[in-house]
């Protein structure tokens, strides 16, 4: 199946800085991507829609200061998460979609703030 | 986000037996079902997915149902294995939703040797 892949897969920063989280699509091309975030023991909620070439599209109740989303090619999305804080401390899933419906997901993002 | 932030409740089984996991979906106009798993500290993995044209699929040791008329969907695993101890989240999604998928609450699937 198609691969996406997700970089880093641990981080842990310093509250207050900001962190960066790659999304890229190997081996095929992907004009939107997804990030959810995943906290212990529940479902994923989704964040935002990763549009290429244009603004993201945020769910809901997710800041989009907070939450920056960059999706500059057809393989790569990246979200920034900005003046982290403890509470932004989670697991950050990326996913993209073949040109058919299915959906492939990255490994994850392991964000620890201290 | 739309999904649930509810606790996972737990199916455990004996192994080799039939496990059968269920979901009910929010959405009427949704129209494409994913089941995934989930092993720890990773991302979702695709197991089988199912049309709304349709009510049945299976793939290898899985069998996905599906009930349009009380938004129910199950996922049935033959004779499972340990490496079937997992979490499995059932999504949705519809044509018209730009594709974006919404996961339902999951199950943590053990199974007893």
């Known amino acids: 199946g198609a691969v996406v892949s997700q970089h880093p897969s641990r981080v842990i920063c310093k509250s207050g800085t900001s962190v960066k989280i790659e999304c890229r699509s190997l081996?095929?091309?992907?004009?939107?991507m997804f990030w959810y975030r995943q906290f212990p023991k529940q479902s994923l909620m989704l964040m935002a829609t990763?549009?290429?070439?244009?603004?993201?599209?945020?769910e809901q109740g997710v800041e989009k200061d907070k939450f920056l989303i960059n999706h500059a090619s057809l393989t790569l999305s990246t979200l920034t998460v900005t003046s982290a804080h403890p509470e932004d401390s989670s697991f950050y899933i990326c996913?993209?979609?073949?040109?058919?419906?299915?959906?492939?997901f990255g490994q994850g993002t392991r964000l620890t703030v201290v | 986000g739309e999904s649930v932030g509810l606790h996972l409740p737990t199916l455990s089984v004996q192994e080799g037996d039939n496990s059968i996991i269920n979901c009910a979906y929010s959405?009427?106009?949704?129209?494409?079902f994913i089941w995934y798993k989930q092993e720890s500290g990773k991302g979702p993995q695709f197991i089988i997915d199912?049309?709304?044209?349709?009510d049945k699929r299976q793939g290898q040791r899985v069998t996905v149902l599906l009930n349009k008329t009380v938004k129910h969907l199950s996922l049935q695993i033959a004779a499972t294995q340990p490496g079937d101890s997992a979490v499995y989240f059932c999504?949705?999604?519809?044509?018209?939703?730009?594709?974006?998928?919404?996961f339902g609450q999951g199950t943590t699937l053990q199974v007893k040797p």
């Open positions: 959405n009427s106009a949704s129209d494409y």
């Open positions: 081996d095929f091309q992907a004009t939107t």
């Open positions: 996913s993209a979609r073949t040109g058919g419906n299915r959906a492939f």
């Open positions: 999504a949705e999604t519809s044509s018209g939703n730009t594709g974006k998928l919404i």
């Open positions: 990763s549009n290429e070439g244009s603004k993201a599209t945020y």
């Open positions: 199912i049309r709304s044209n349709m």
